[in-house]
């Protein structure tokens, strides 16, 4: 059905082909990719929809199968498409998630030289906006996912050291973005999370019984629905985990 949506849709227009222009001429590739967003954008296509083979996008497109390959292979890169392989196998339209920005997020840390300080100020931002939403708006299981994290994270470092236990450290934020029920505020922080854990995997870090405190703290604020409380637990609990890591990255610093 998908395919036949696509040939009502492409074949009446012109076949990709790249315009001069002043500037960089677009790769086919990203003409390819870029008519793909737009079908998504229109609403033409959705998640969970799977393309149209190879050979049949580059009859419709009127354009190569390296150009169509090399699209989907971009298009899976930003995170909009999931290929598979087998009987199964094709290009689908992902569900969505934080992946592709994240893997943007962390490459621009590295090829722009972006200090890590200021990723961590904007996801303070965030997440103070996403406690006091959550204060609002927070569940009973949302409260009960905040528990049970602090309680795994305790499990985790305490049985497996910290290494394993990064991932439950970023989870616990993932989670406040849950809980303020903003879709767009729990992508951001999941995105900006996902970088962060990803290059304190790098530090030499320890888990402080006043860490664990300080996220139970935020829980109760939450719990209680006050805000103010909240914000402050949070704002607190933040500057003492980045104050710990500003410490270990001078000691380590030395001793290289």
Request: net charge neutral; with cysteine.
């Amino acid at each position: 059905m998908l395919s036949a949506i696509y040939r009502s849709v492409l074949m009446g227009q012109t076949p990709l082909r790249a315009r001069p222009v002043k500037a960089r001429q677009p790769r086919l590739f990203e003409l390819v990719s870029d008519r793909i967003r737009a079908e998504l954008a229109a609403g033409r296509i959705k998640p969970g929809d799977r393309l149209p083979s190879e050979r049949d996008l580059s009859q419709q497109l009127g354009v190569s199968r390296s150009a169509i390959r090399e699209a989907l292979r971009s298009l899976e890169m930003s995170g909009v498409l999931t290929l598979g392989t087998g009987a199964n196998g094709g290009a689908y339209i992902s569900e969505g998630g934080p992946d592709g920005l994240s893997r943007s997020l962390h490459d621009l840390m590295f090829l722009s030289n972006v200090e890590f300080d200021r990723l961590v100020e904007v996801r303070s931002a965030l997440l103070k906006l996403a406690v006091r939403a959550a204060c609002e708006r927070s569940t009973l299981s949302d409260i009960v996912a905040l528990d049970q994290n602090v309680d795994e994270l305790e499990e985790i470092y305490a049985r497996e050291g910290m290494i394993p236990a990064i991932v439950t450290v970023g989870r616990y934020y993932e989670l406040l973005g849950v809980a303020a029920h903003n879709d767009i505020l729990a992508f951001l922080i999941a995105s900006l999370t996902s970088t962060v854990t990803t290059l304190l995997r790098q530090a030499d870090l320890y888990i402080t019984p006043a860490f664990v405190a300080g996220r139970r703290l935020v829980t109760d604020r939450i719990r209680e629905r006050d805000a103010d409380g909240a914000e402050q637990a949070l704002d607190d609990h933040l500057t003492l985990a980045f104050d710990y890591l500003a410490r270990r990255r001078r000691i380590k610093t030395k001793d290289a």
